[in-house]
């Protein structure tokens, strides 16, 4: 999927609730697919960083700053012109839309859509990471899941992040050959 025009170039968003995945399967998910890589998670002020940290859940005022930084990363074109892979809770559909308004064309979601208890046994191991186990339920509760939405992905069973980027390369593929869109 490179040498890709403005005309076809993707951005994708690897969204779910944190502990899903999101960040190792995008990461592997962009090497495959020879885009650059984002972890969303950079790009969130210190301020909401420390109160994820102090086991506080982020309200949409927080997060409004964020997503927008989120969306014009992913169509910012001059720095990502062969597109991207960003890894993203975009939890509700408010959030998904003003993701999509601010990026632009090609922007595919993908989902990755593991159970609570999968998550709440990942984030009891998860080492070095601003957002503690505690908020698991907070997550789960915002999340509004994209059934329906235009250009999104679902995976479930997401366990190995290997498999399940390869799995996701080869959909997108099939995606964009029945689209007509270049490989």
């Known amino acids: ?50 109160k994820m940290h102090a086991g506080h859940p982020l309200d949409d005022d927080d997060r409004a700053p964020w997503l927008d930084r989120v969306g014009a990363t992913l ?54 990471h601003f957002m503690p186990a505690s908020l698991v339920d907070s997550q789960f509760g915002t999340l509004e899941r994209p059934d329906g939405e235009p250009d999104v992905i679902f995976v479930w069973e997401v366990g190995d992040a290997n498999g399940t980027a390869r799995t996701v390369a080869e959909r997108l593929k099939q995606r964009f050959i029945e689209s007509g869109r270049p490989s």
């Open 1 to 50: 999927m490179t040498d890709q025009s403005s005309d076809n170039r993707i951005a994708l968003v690897i969204m779910g609730v944190s502990g899903s995945g999101k960040t190792s399967v995008g990461a592997l998910l962009a090497g495959l697919l020879d885009l650059d890589f984002v972890d969303g998670d950079d790009l969130h002020p210190a301020r909401n960083v420390e």
């Open 75 to 128: 169509g910012n074109r001059e720095a990502h012109p062969g597109g991207v892979a960003m890894a993203c809770s975009a939890l509700k559909r408010s959030y998904r839309d003003r993701i999509r308004a601010a990026a632009g064309p090609g922007l595919i979601f993908v989902f990755l859509d593991v159970d609570q208890a999968e998550v709440e046994r990942r984030m009891a191991v998860r080492l070095n």
